[in-house]
């Protein structure tokens, strides 16, 4: 079964989560799809723009502690997070403008793909959740990119509590764009992305897409997405992945 749906509708090509009995966790089935999608719609000329969207409630949990959990090994891991850097360096890649439109919470590497974004509109209700660190990982996106949007002292704040906010706080200072109702998500993708392509020439959009994905792919991959591949190598992670799913205990460390 098909872990991601691509929907062609004019000019708007749709990439869409679609694991939500698993909240749309990102194994890598899911994450090798995302890719497989993203360069069919990036290579397709019809297509202008692109949607990221999730099937359901939650937009994506983040990584799928279960497929962490039935490994033995620590190198194992490495071919997981492998994956999520492969993800996170193709759709910052993407030539095409990108909006992200969250239909529900986000949390870990899902939380983290809103910075692939070009631009980010949510529904209303959202949850929003960095907690990377409570598994002794980081969020490689937030501790590089978002230190820029939300400040470096907010930024490190969330990061080192394994912080959740609401999208309305993100929306305050400028992560989101627009909220909108729950029933009026796709429709609300549609005008921004019909916006962006009638308003502005294929070549100011090449030249914007170019800036922002040259200066967020350079600080994403030299610091954070090397040093999150650094620390997923621990057999400390497999034993928390397990201890949560089968005990369904958090990790503490005082």
Do not use: C, H
């Amino acid at each position: 079964m098909s872990l991601v749906s691509v929907e062609k509708e004019a000019f708007i090509g749709w990439i869409i989560l679609n694991r939500p009995e698993k909240y749309n966790a990102l194994n890598i089935q899911l994450m090798k799809e995302m890719i497989s999608a993203a360069n069919e719609l990036d290579n397709d000329d019809i297509i202008k723009i692109i949607v990221l969207t999730g099937q359901g409630k939650t937009f994506s949990s983040g990584i799928d502690l279960s497929e962490i959990a039935s490994l033995e090994k620590p190198e194992d891991i490495e071919r997981i997070f492998s994956t999520l850097r492969e993800v996170f360096i193709k759709y910052l890649s993407i030539s095409k403008p990108l909006i992200i439109a969250l239909n529900g919470d986000a949390y870990g590497g899902g939380a983290e793909l809103i910075w692939t974004g070009d631009v980010v509109i949510s529904v209303e209700d959202a949850k929003i959740g960095w907690v990377e660190s409570r598994w002794g990982l980081i969020p490689p996106a937030l501790t590089t990119i978002g230190l820029y949007q939300l400040g470096f002292s907010k930024a490190s704040l969330i990061a080192l509590t394994s912080g959740i906010v609401s999208v309305k706080e993100l929306y305050e200072v400028g992560v989101v764009a627009k909220l909108v109702p729950k029933e009026e998500l796709r429709e609300e993708a549609r005008k921004l992305a019909r916006s962006i392509v009638e308003t502005s020439s294929p070549e100011a959009i090449s030249s914007i897409r170019k800036i922002t994905k040259i200066s967020k792919l350079k600080l994403l991959d030299e610091l954070g997405l090397s040093e999150l591949l650094r620390l997923s190598r621990s057999s400390e992670l497999i034993i928390r992945a397990k201890n949560f799913i089968e005990k369904k205990q958090i990790p503490k460390y005082f």
